[in-house]
């Protein structure tokens, strides 16, 4: 991995504290620009910064004084987020993120975290996104693209599949399903655990080995086209939920919902080709996803030890 300073844009959450955590172990300086200061980031200075409503000029200047060598964009979360919150988290933070480093005159290699969703499902081959989430993540990798081109940052471009593991945001599938096994049993009790309907088929891959393909494409020296990362295979969202409650131990009954959205995305399948990423990255999943679903089971009862005893 090539030397210097790291910025992690969106370093404090679920993908970016992986991701600096990486960067520490191998000797790096990271910085870390959020909204919130993280609960440890040790190793890391921290910055209270709120990218897409910066003003770029402010945002320049604090890129000219780092000088960073690699930046990283782990913004764009969906999670709890809607309306303008929605767009400035994937689209908005990359605009302004391009437009202060062709201000700063500061080029460094960028890695730009995006979704396979940008394809649409059953990707490859690349159809083009059919979700509203889709959409905004590819226009924010068109915007990096076209920095890219016009040589204001070296680019490289990452499109990943559904990331789990330890710290998993909990409004998403895996992170709601393992707070609520934590909660019963830390209660003691069995879980009733309400979903909707479980009839999709996802690429998971663990977040530590997306923190890996990041630390890859550090150290690539050129990256022309987006790369993606998953693990390569199609799983049922049933078997990843069952397979959660099978690691917890707790007794628990997982009730099927109807989707309230008769357009939801309830029976799309993604798939991940890894031949780009192992030819460009040298770069290929370690983990299975068993390994992925114990790392965020023992992150949720530990989360649960933090928190406030049970009356």
Same mark, same amino acid.
């Given at each position: 991995? @090539?030397?210097?300073?790291?910025?992690? $844009?969106?370093?404090?959450?679920?993908?970016?504290?992986?991701?600096?955590?990486?960067?520490?172990?191998?000797?790096?300086? =990271?910085? =870390?620009?959020?909204? %919130?200061?993280?609960?440890?980031?040790?190793?890391?200075? $921290?910055?209270? +910064?709120?990218? /897409?409503?910066?003003?770029?000029?402010?945002?320049?200047?604090? !890129?000219?004084?780092?000088?960073?060598?690699?930046?990283?964009?782990?913004?764009?979360?969906?999670?709890?987020?809607?309306?303008?919150?929605?767009?400035?988290?994937?689209?908005?933070?990359?605009? *302004?993120?391009?437009?202060? !480093?062709?201000? @700063?005159?500061?080029?460094?290699?960028?890695?730009?975290?995006?979704?396979?969703?940008?394809?649409?499902?059953?990707?490859?081959?690349?159809?083009?996104?059919?979700?509203?989430?889709?959409?905004?993540?590819?226009? /924010?990798?068109?915007?990096?693209? #076209?920095?890219?081109?016009?040589?204001?940052?070296?680019?490289?471009?990452?499109?990943?599949?559904?990331?789990? &593991?330890?710290?998993?945001?909990?409004?998403?599938?895996?992170?709601?399903?393992?707070?609520?096994?934590?909660?019963?049993?830390?209660?003691?009790?069995?879980?009733?655990?309400?979903?909707?309907?479980? *009839?999709?088929?996802?690429?998971?891959?663990? +977040?530590?080995?997306?923190?890996?393909?990041?630390?890859?494409?550090?150290?690539?020296? =050129?990256?022309?086209?987006?790369?993606?990362?998953?693990? &390569?295979?199609? =799983?049922?969202?049933?078997?990843?939920?069952?397979? !959660?409650?099978?690691?917890? &131990? +707790?007794?628990? %009954?997982? @009730?099927?919902?109807?989707?309230?959205?008769? @357009?939801?995305?309830?029976?799309?399948? %993604?798939? +991940?080709?890894?031949?780009?990423?192992?030819?460009?990255? &040298?770069?290929?999943?370690?983990?299975?996803?068993?390994?992925?679903?114990?790392?965020?089971?023992?992150?949720?009862? #530990?989360?649960?030890?933090? /928190?406030?005893?049970?009356?």
């Amino acid at each position: 991995m @090539s030397d210097g300073r790291v910025v992690v $844009f969106g370093g404090t959450g679920f993908l970016g504290r992986q991701i600096c955590q990486n960067f520490v172990a191998a000797g790096r300086e =990271v910085l =870390v620009l959020g909204r %919130t200061a993280p609960r440890a980031a040790a190793g890391c200075r $921290f910055r209270a +910064v709120d990218v /897409a409503r910066t003003p770029t000029r402010d945002l320049a200047g604090l !890129l000219a004084a780092e000088r960073p060598a690699t930046i990283v964009n782990a913004t764009g979360s969906k999670w709890g987020l809607t309306g303008r919150d929605l767009v400035d988290s994937c689209v908005g933070a990359s605009r *302004n993120i391009m437009a202060a !480093l062709a201000e @700063s005159a500061v080029t460094p290699r960028y890695i730009h975290l995006g979704s396979v969703l940008e394809y649409g499902y059953l990707a490859p081959p690349p159809v083009g996104p059919d979700s509203a989430y889709g959409q905004l993540k590819l226009a /924010a990798t068109e915007t990096v693209l #076209e920095a890219a081109a016009a040589g204001t940052v070296d680019a490289a471009v990452l499109r990943l599949a559904n990331v789990v &593991g330890p710290g998993a945001a909990a409004e998403s599938l895996p992170g709601l399903v393992a707070g609520k096994l934590a909660d019963a049993d830390r209660r003691g009790e069995p879980a009733l655990i309400e979903v909707t309907a479980l *009839n999709a088929h996802r690429d998971y891959v663990d +977040v530590r080995d997306v923190a890996d393909a990041v630390a890859a494409a550090a150290r690539v020296p =050129v990256l022309r086209e987006p790369v993606a990362i998953g693990r &390569g295979e199609t =799983v049922p969202v049933r078997k990843l939920v069952a397979m !959660l409650v099978e690691v917890s &131990g +707790v007794r628990a %009954t997982v @009730s099927e919902l109807p989707s309230p959205d008769l @357009s939801a995305e309830s029976e799309v399948s %993604t798939r +991940v080709d890894l031949a780009p990423a192992r030819e460009l990255l &040298g770069w290929a999943p370690r983990r299975t996803l068993r390994d992925a679903i114990e790392a965020l089971w023992l992150d949720a009862k #530990e989360e649960r030890k933090r /928190a406030q005893p049970v009356r």
